[in-house]
């Protein structure tokens, strides 16, 4: 490691800590603390999406052990707690989906500034002749390329949760800040039980200020320039093709403004 480079790393992370009021001590403290419970979590998930989101704890249980893993149902039922694997015939009460969404509400500590490490995110829609799809999107800011996206028919929680997962599987995000709106994705415990066990800081923007989340919006409201804008779509099919191409030319080739 040159010493140019080491100095801009411990720049960085003095402006991270700075952002997050934290000392760089406690950064030094947690910065390779990793969620034990996380790996586990995984092979939950991944039993949990095959059931097309139906299982509960114990037929995941008998599913995992069938499979050779050692877990007992008590820890699969405190994991999926933990990170909000909740079957879908189980039937959401108003009273604790409030409770839910204002537990969940970060604050705002990107504060605008979109010069500083971190990773914004959004859903935007695509829609063509009455059909719709929906794409979700995670920005670096420093280098203002995408980490991870994902298209879907559904705006739902998964959408998010699969965006956020492949980002993590790109690129280590420990330390980093993840910037959002306040959408009900954004706000489920299982969102927030990926940041934390990932050691990402989650941040928001307050309600009905979208300025907060410029810096994505931007880049959404790019992408439909010239992609929809710029061509005669027919099909919400040739439609995502088409953002799945531009997405790739954006981050490979397509020049970026200076910041």
Same mark, same amino acid.
């Given at each position: 490691?040159?010493?140019?480079?080491?100095?801009?790393?411990?720049?960085?992370?003095?402006?991270?800590?700075?952002?997050?009021?934290?000392?760089?001590?406690?950064? #030094?403290?947690?910065?390779? *603390?990793?969620?034990? /419970?996380?790996?586990?979590?995984? =092979?939950?998930?991944?039993?949990?999406?095959? @059931?097309?989101?139906?299982?509960?704890?114990?037929?995941?249980?008998?599913?995992?052990? $069938?499979?050779?893993?050692?877990?007992?149902?008590?820890?699969?039922?405190?994991?999926?707690?933990? *990170?909000?694997?909740? !079957?879908?015939?189980?039937?959401?009460?108003?009273? *604790? &989906?409030?409770?839910?969404?204002?537990?969940?509400?970060?604050?705002?500590?990107?504060?605008?500034?979109?010069?500083? !490490?971190?990773?914004?995110?959004? =859903?935007?829609?695509?829609?063509?002749?009455?059909?719709?799809?929906?794409? @979700?999107?995670?920005?670096?800011?420093?280098?203002?390329?995408?980490? &991870?996206?994902?298209?879907?028919?559904?705006? /739902?929680?998964?959408?998010?949760?699969?965006?956020?997962?492949?980002?993590i599987k790109r690129k280590n995000p420990?330390?980093?800040?993840?910037?959002?709106?306040?959408? !009900?994705? #954004?706000?489920?415990? $299982? #969102?927030?039980?990926?940041?934390?066990?990932?050691?990402?800081?989650?941040?928001? &923007?307050?309600?009905?200020n979208p300025l907060d989340n410029a810096?994505?919006?931007?880049?959404?409201?790019l992408l439909k320039k010239e992609t929809? #804008?710029?061509?005669?779509?027919?099909?919400?099919?040739?439609? =995502?093709?088409?953002?799945? $191409?531009?997405? $790739?030319?954006?981050?490979?080739?397509?020049?970026?403004?200076?910041?």
């Open positions: 490691m040159t010493f140019i480079t080491k100095y801009k790393d411990t720049y960085r992370i003095k402006l991270m800590c700075e952002v997050l009021e934290i000392s760089i001590s406690t950064y #030094y403290k947690y910065k390779d *603390y990793y969620d034990q /419970d996380y790996d586990d979590y995984l =092979i939950i998930k991944n039993v949990f999406d095959q @059931s097309k989101r139906t299982y509960g704890y114990r037929r995941i249980t008998e599913e995992l052990q $069938e499979q050779g893993h050692q877990i007992n149902h008590k820890r699969v039922l405190r994991l999926m707690n933990k *990170y909000g694997l909740q !079957p879908r015939y189980i039937k959401q009460y108003k009273n *604790y &989906s409030k409770q839910y969404i204002k537990e969940n509400v970060k604050d705002n500590i990107l504060r605008r500034n979109f010069n500083q !490490p971190g990773w914004v995110t959004d =859903i935007t829609y695509l829609i063509i002749n009455g059909k719709r799809a929906y794409l @979700s999107t995670i920005l670096d800011l420093e280098t203002r390329k995408v980490v &991870s996206y994902h298209i879907s028919k559904q705006n /739902d929680n998964e959408l998010v949760i699969t965006t956020l997962l492949d980002a420990s330390g980093l800040i993840l910037h959002s709106d306040q959408g !009900p994705q #954004y706000l489920s415990t $299982e #969102y927030r039980a990926i940041c934390e066990a990932n050691r990402i800081t989650i941040s928001m &923007s307050r309600k009905g810096a994505i919006e931007s880049f959404h409201s929809l #804008y710029n061509n005669n779509i027919t099909s919400i099919k040739e439609y =995502i093709g088409l953002v799945h $191409e531009w997405i $790739e030319f954006y981050n490979t080739t397509r020049r970026k403004q200076k910041k």
